[in-house]
């Protein structure tokens, strides 16, 4: 769990922290690498909503340099095959994401982050 | 007939089924032991094919579910609220309530990508190591479509964008079994707040093992359900679906409860009232009949905008009108 498609769609919200805070940091993790079923339309469909940097940087960062520093014209196969792995088949188990603003600590246990923030972090 | 075949009542090759019809009397006046009404008719045919669905009501029996809580949802509500939703594969779906996952493991028999989301992680995960959703996921073969589940507040959510998910399906708390909750403080009685804050440090000093709990304060139901909305216009994409449950008190609503939840560019296709006889609950369906981009709402706003409206919903206070047992209060 801690996709990085999720890693691609989370924002730190604490108060005033509303510019650089996008991608979350890693820190400090486990992962493990789980088969998925593979769906070219859901993914032809997602890559609009992809902020391509941050997810070819956490892929780096997890040890994975498959992707291309650009989103390609052409979708083919292989590509999207590629972007399947890295989306959805890397889960990131134990350890943290760091807002590079603030530096609000996100803890992920058993595969679930805790995005909660505290009393003095709401508006 | 002529059914000239092995006679085998276990393992039948035909299967013939014989229905009698009779005036239906219940809601009549009658005597004590008098029966069912009047025959009407008889039918009698050949099996040719069980629905698709109907074995799924067994197949997600909430009894035989690995991991389970007080307030999962049974069965077939779950397959019905998925089929609300239009879940199918490619689909990405997100319940912003999900507690134990009942409706996550449904949508995503039909295909979807499920997120998941709870004030309360707890629930989510069970006493295990591996967390319960994931655990009953597995169960129905449908684990690698639970995207990932998340603890956090909807009203304090990360998400980065809107537009994002084609439905929002969601059992939110009503405030009877679980009770709704949000980030915040309670307002206190008696204590000015700065008798308060002098003693409590924004930085509370703790063991390094022991997490950080937030405070929560209670989440009203009319302003969860228009919240609700509000998000939905947000994070879905345009004709995206709005799948819910809404208590109501059954002698007090009026379609209007429904029609003042809604915003600009959502639209209700279905309202179906599950009767529980002083109360019930409503499976509502709204759709995002707009391509236009919304803000995230504040989640401030509907809570003053209702406080100075003049239409009061049934499920107002539904947690306190559930307590008093309906009771009409003497307004004399």
Not at chain 2, 50 to 67: C, H, I, N, P, W
Request: with cysteine; net charge negative.
């Amino acid at each position: 769990m801690v996709r990085l498609i999720t890693h691609n769609l989370l924002a730190c919200h604490a108060k005033g922290c509303t510019s650089n805070n996008f991608p979350l940091q890693f820190k400090d993790i486990q992962i493990e690498l789980r088969e998925a079923e593979f769906n070219p339309d859901f993914l032809r469909g997602f890559i609009p909503r992809i902020e391509w940097g941050a997810l070819t940087d956490a892929a780096r960062q997890l040890g994975d340099t498959s992707l291309p520093s650009e989103p390609p014209d052409m979708l083919d196969d292989d590509f999207l095959q590629k972007l399947h792995h890295v989306l959805l088949e890397i889960h990131v188990e134990e350890g943290a994401m760091v807002c590079p603003n603030c530096g609000h600590v996100y803890p992920i246990s058993n595969g679930i982050p805790n995005m909660l923030l505290a009393e003095h972090e709401i508006g | 007939m002529g059914l000239l075949g092995k006679i085998d009542m276990k393992n039948p090759e035909i299967t013939m089924i014989c229905f009698e019809e009779y005036i239906d009397k219940r809601g009549t006046t009658r005597d004590k032991h008098e029966g069912d009404g009047d025959f009407k008719e008889v039918f009698f045919g050949r099996l040719i094919e069980e629905g698709s669905a109907r074995m799924l009501l067994k197949t997600f029996d909430v009894k035989k579910r690995v991991y389970y809580g007080n307030t999962s949802m049974e069965a077939e509500i779950s397959l019905l609220m998925a089929n609300q939703t239009l879940a199918a594969p490619g689909k990405l779906i997100y319940d912003p309530f999900v507690g134990t996952g009942s409706m996550a493991y449904t949508t995503a028999h039909f295909g979807a990508m499920v997120f998941g989301s709870d004030i309360d992680g707890r629930q989510m995960r069970g006493k295990d190591r591996q967390p319960g959703i994931i655990r009953a996921a597995s169960q129905y073969g449908v684990a690698p479509r639970i995207i990932d589940l998340c603890t956090f507040d909807i009203t304090r959510n990360p998400w980065r964008c809107g537009d994002l998910f084609d439905a929002i399906i969601t059992d939110p708390p009503y405030g009877v079994r679980a009770g709704a909750k949000r980030l915040g403080r309670k307002p206190r009685l008696g204590k000015t707040p700065q008798n308060v804050t002098v003693r409590e440090s924004p930085h509370p000093v703790r063991d390094n093992d022991q997490p950080y709990i937030p405070p929560t304060k209670p989440y009203e139901l009319s302003s969860l359900a228009s919240d609700l909305v509000l998000l939905a216009r947000y994070m879905l994409k345009p004709r995206g679906r709005l799948v819910f449950f809404l208590p109501t008190v059954t002698d007090e609503y009026e379609e209007l409860d429904i029609q003042a939840m809604l915003c600009e560019g959502m639209e209700v296709v279905a309202n179906s009232l599950q009767n529980f006889g002083s109360w019930g609950r409503r499976l509502i369906t709204i759709r995002k009949s707009t391509s236009q981009h919304y803000p995230l709402p504040t989640f401030e706003s509907a809570a003053s905008k209702s406080e100075s409206d003049t239409h009061v919903p049934a499920h107002r206070d539904f947690r306190e009108k559930y307590f008093q047992g309906f009771k009409k209060l003497d307004t004399d």
